[in-house]
């Protein structure tokens, strides 16, 4: 490829970004609810910050182990990492939007991955039972729900003691959390920083769960 044609793909590229941020922030504005289903579109755009591959090499998913991931969307990353669990792994997925559960099952049975397991609920109240997980994540999710802090609150408690703990944030998100609000509400939930990977403006943080 020319020259000028790379640049042009560089432009073009800009240019969805760029519609997708400006259409995430209409919507934030509009509504403090989860991203509709009719937008899904914007959760395909490429995030090189936020990639599978990071999150794979932050969250360590190992076979054999039970994950849970807030707010999969179409199944972006949750896809991988279903894969990286097989055989005897389980991610368990929660949405609020059947819509968004439903396509994601749809992509893991064209791929062949039959150890997700979808659940419509609410992240401030979730659906488990005590010491459930290994290891959960979220990405560019957190500050979507209305009590951000209650819902790290749950996810300690559904997490088993030691559990990891990803949670992805990307500037250009409307609902972004900074590294310093994001540290302190997991702490007062139980949570201690272990790493953060990435600039501030588009990290990943890992986190332990505190014993008792």
Known sequence: ?????????????????????????????????????????????????????RLLRMLAPRRGERILEIGPGVGVHALPVAAALRPDGVLDVLDAQQEMLD?????????????????????????????????????????????????????????KPGARLVVGEVLVDPDFISVPTLRKMAGDAGFVLERQLGPRVAYGAVFRRVAG
């Open 1 to 53: 490829m020319t020259v000028a044609g790379k640049l042009r793909w560089a432009a073009g590229g800009a240019g969805v970004a760029l519609g997708a941020h400006v259409a995430g922030r209409l919507w934030s504005r509009q509504s403090p609810v989860p991203m509709p289903y009719f937008m899904r579109w914007i959760l395909l755009v490429p995030r090189g910050p936020h990639s599978p591959a």
């Open 103 to 159: 396509d994601l099952m749809r992509r893991a049975a064209r791929r062949g991955l039959g150890n997700i397991v979808p659940r419509r609920g609410d992240a401030q109240r979730l659906p488990y039972p005590d010491a459930t997980f290994d290891g959960a994540y979220l990405m560019s999710v957190l500050g979507e729900i209305p009590d951000a802090p209650l819902a790290l609150r749950e996810l300690r408690r559904v997490l």
